[in-house]
């Protein structure tokens, strides 16, 4: 008898004896060969299809839909394939990647509108995207509904916060106010992987369990932040200053989670950080 097997998309750290390993695992579980003439495949090879919310342009010609590559590296460093969503991306390509998605990660950026919340327009609000909140919002629900595990970061927490009926404090300087600089201006383009202040973790939270601590050095590159919370979140993480810096979702059967600061700029030197996109991959890869 010979076997075929389906090992996928070859990537340099995958090596045969893997594979075999697994096809040998797959057996013990299942019991039994394949049939003669059927294929054996090792779906768990298949790295996980995780989408990508991009960033903008506003008021700036020509338009540009974007994302950092600290994203798509961290995604990619933790074993899953980024699929980059622009806000330009019509409803039926939409829909057809949404079917092929594991996970989905939503990314910094602008702010999200304040109408959205029953607000108006502080002053100091930019960059607001119609198109964006509008696909990251509907990203947002469509992964709730699904079960489908989701990441959020920076805007991505205040999206998903938003999306669930929640409001922001559209200026923390502004009101509630802070002595800490969440905005870290003097670092802006320039180190983005230095901490600048340190958050709290709720023990006994997903987002401890992940993370593996209690107490983590972050780095900070917002002026917004989570006012009232929304519908089903538990606010695990908080700033020197009270300042909401995690959140997870109180259903432990569904993977979602958000992040005030910027773990994609930490990967490199930081555990906590690679943990983050660790377990959204591997949650993806056991939801596909």
Same mark, same amino acid.
């Given at each position: 008898?010979?076997?075929?097997?389906?090992?996928?998309?070859?990537?340099?750290?995958?090596?045969?004896?893997?594979?075999?390993?697994?096809?040998?695992?797959?057996?013990?579980?299942?019991?039994e060969p394949p049939a003669k003439?059927?294929?054996?495949?090792?779906?768990?090879?298949?790295?996980?299809?995780?989408?990508?919310?991009?960033?903008v342009t506003v008021a700036k010609y020509p338009e540009r839909a974007y994302v950092n590559a600290a994203y798509l590296n961290a995604v990619q460093q933790a074993g899953g394939v980024p699929v980059p969503l622009p806000p330009q991306l019509e409803l039926p390509g939409r829909a057809e990647l949404l079917k092929r998605l594991h996970g989905v990660l939503l990314t *910094?950026?602008?702010? /999200? &509108?304040?109408?959205? $919340?029953g607000e108006p327009t502080h002053p100091t609000t930019a960059d607001i995207s119609?198109?964006?909140?509008?696909?990251?919002?509907e990203l947002t629900r469509w992964a709730m509904d699904k079960h489908v595990p989701l990441l959020a970061i920076c805007r991505g927490l205040q999206v998903l916060n938003v999306a669930l009926g929640g409001s922001l404090h559209q200026d923390i300087s502004s009101g509630p106010g802070s002595p800490l600089d969440h905005s870290q201006a003097a670092l802006q383009g320039n180190a983005r992987s230095m901490t600048t202040h340190q958050v709290k973790v709720q023990g006994g939270s997903?987002?401890?369990?992940?993370? *593996?601590?209690?107490? /983590? &050095?972050?780095?900070? $590159?917002?002026?917004?932040?989570?006012?009232?919370l929304g519908r089903g979140l538990k606010d695990v993480?908080?700033?020197?200053?009270?300042?909401?810096?995690?959140?997870?979702?109180?259903?432990?059967?569904?993977?979602?989670?958000?992040?005030?600061?910027?773990p994609e700029e930490l990967v490199g030197h930081d555990r906590t950080a690679r943990n983050l996109f660790a377990a959204l991959v591997e949650r993806a890869r056991a939801s596909a």
């Open positions: 008898m010979t076997w075929v097997v389906e090992v996928g998309v070859w990537a340099g750290a995958v090596c045969w004896e893997l594979a075999e390993s697994r096809l040998m695992a797959a057996i013990i579980l299942v019991g003439g059927r294929r054996a495949t090792l779906g768990a090879m298949n790295p996980p299809l995780i989408g990508v919310s991009t960033s *910094g950026g602008g702010d /999200v &509108d304040p109408a959205r $919340f119609a198109a964006r909140d509008g696909l990251e919002i997903r987002l401890a369990g992940i993370l *593996g601590a209690l107490e /983590v &050095d972050v780095n900070s $590159f917002h002026h917004q932040a989570i006012s009232r993480a908080w700033a020197p200053d009270l300042i909401i810096e995690g959140v997870e979702l109180g259903d432990n059967a569904q993977f979602v989670v958000g992040v005030q600061w910027h």
